[in-house]
Every structure is written in C-alpha cells, then in structure tokens.
T-cell receptor, first 115, second 114 residues
Framework: DAGVTQSPTHLIKTRGQQVTLRCSPK?????VSWYQQALGQGPQFIFQ???????QRGNFPDRFSGHQFPNYSSELNVNALLLGDSALYLC??????????????FGDGTRLSIL | DAKTTQPPSMDCAEGRAANLPCNHS???????VYWYRQIHSQGPQYIIH???NNETNEMASLIITEDRKSSTLILPHATLRDTAVYYC???????????????FGKGTMLLVSP
C-alpha cells in the first residue's frame, strides 16, 4: 500500500519562473493539504483540497494556487517565484469524513530552490 | 487552534524512555492533542493522538493530564532512529469544524545517543 508520493523530489528554478509540484495521496484518502516548510521552521499550511475544491487556505498570496483531480491527486502551482519561496513543500493526505478524527499522512516533500 | 509550548531540545540515552512534554493550557474541550515527528530530510510522521484518555500504540504512549492542559509523549525504549524533531499539535475535531488542518510550532529536537 503506497503512501503519499510527491514529485519531483528536488527542483531548481530562477526568480520569476513558475513551478508545478505534484502529489498522489495515500490509497483510500480523498483530501489533500499542502504545506511549506522553510529551513529550521515547522511546516506552514498553504491550502486544502476536497472534492476538487479548495476548502481552506492559509496566509499565502494568490501566487500559490492548486488543483485536485478526480482521482484525488493534486498539484501545487507557484507563479512569479521569489527567493523566499525556497523551501520544502509537503503534501499530506487524509480521509475527509466529518465526525471522525483522521490523522494526516505526509509525503517526503519537494525541495524547491530559487536562484 | 490552541497554542502549544515545547522545550526546544532534549537528550536521551539509547534504550531509556524518552518523555517529551507539551503544554497546551488554552486547549478547548473539542480539541485533540496530536504528535508528529520529522526525521531529517523526511516528511512529518504521525505518531499518536488523543482527546481525554491516555493512548498507546506500537510507537508510543500519550499521557494527557486530567485538566488537559499538558501532555507527555513517551517513547518507552528510545533508539538512535528516534532522533527527530517532535511536534505537539492541538486541533479541532472535524465534527465541529467540518475540516481542520495542522498548525505546527518549532517542536522539540530529541537527540538519542549511544
């Protein structure tokens, strides 16, 4: 049973470029959340997708956008990259059932470096 | 979600129990206590969670005080592979919020030594 998988594992971009990161959730999960982790900090919530819609968003600018596909996989897009966007981007999946407390399971992330 | 307070670092000898404290004095009645850990260069790994009662699984035990204002994660026999950053998080149960996310602090860096 595969866990959460993310691609690519590492990526180097330059300022102003655009990037797309991908995530496949754990089998049986229907909810995907994205987090940004700067060096030495805990992960910070970006947004969450359920039933192909963004249903909650953290304090991130509109340059950060996402998508969820019918098979529950998800993409994170970042436009007009800044040096400060250099970070580990983590995807977490869970089962979005109201009334049941379900832990989120994380992938190992995509390390994005901006030059 | 309630704020948590953890010591920045702790040391533990291999084979001994590691007891990681967490203070969450402003926790609400509908908030769960979650523990995750993050080994270097990996994503956070779910360990355990609880609401009121003590919990145990194959990885660890979670002891929550009666007033729920603090908790302790116990790794009964720490190994070198348990060296990681441990995060204590409190969050509202999905029943009350419809959905919920995780708010991470800086966690506790646990160093297990031979």
């Amino acid at each position: 049973d595969a866990g959460v998988t993310q691609s690519p594992t590492h990526l180097i971009k330059t300022r102003g470029q655009q990037v797309t990161l991908r995530c496949s959730p754990k089998s049986g999960h229907d909810t995907v959340s994205w987090y940004q982790q700067a060096l030495g900090q805990g992960p910070q919530f970006i947004f969450q997708y359920y039933e192909e819609e963004e249903r909650q968003r953290g304090n991130f600018p509109d340059r950060f956008s996402g998508h969820q596909f019918p098979n529950y996989s998800s993409e994170l897009n970042v436009n007009a990259l800044l040096l400060g966007d250099s970070a580990l981007y983590l995807c977490a999946s869970s089962l979005g059932t109201i009334g049941r407390d379900q832990p989120q399971h994380f992938g190992d992330g995509t390390r994005l470096s901006i030059l | 979600d309630a704020k948590t307070t953890q010591p920045p670092s702790m040391d533990c000898a291999e084979g001994r129990a590691a007891n990681l404290p967490c203070n969450h004095s402003t926790i609400s009645g509908n908030e769960y206590v979650y523990w995750y850990r993050q080994i270097h260069s990996q994503g956070p790994q779910y360990i355990i969670h609880g609401l009121k009662n003590n919990e145990t699984n194959e990885m660890a035990s979670l002891i929550i005080t009666e007033d729920r204002k603090s908790s302790t994660l116990i790794l009964p026999h720490a190994t070198l592979r348990d060296t990681a950053v441990y995060y204590c998080i409190v969050r509202v149960a999905p029943l009350d919020s419809g959905y919920s996310t995780l708010t991470f602090g800086k966690g506790t860096m646990l160093l297990v030594s031979p």
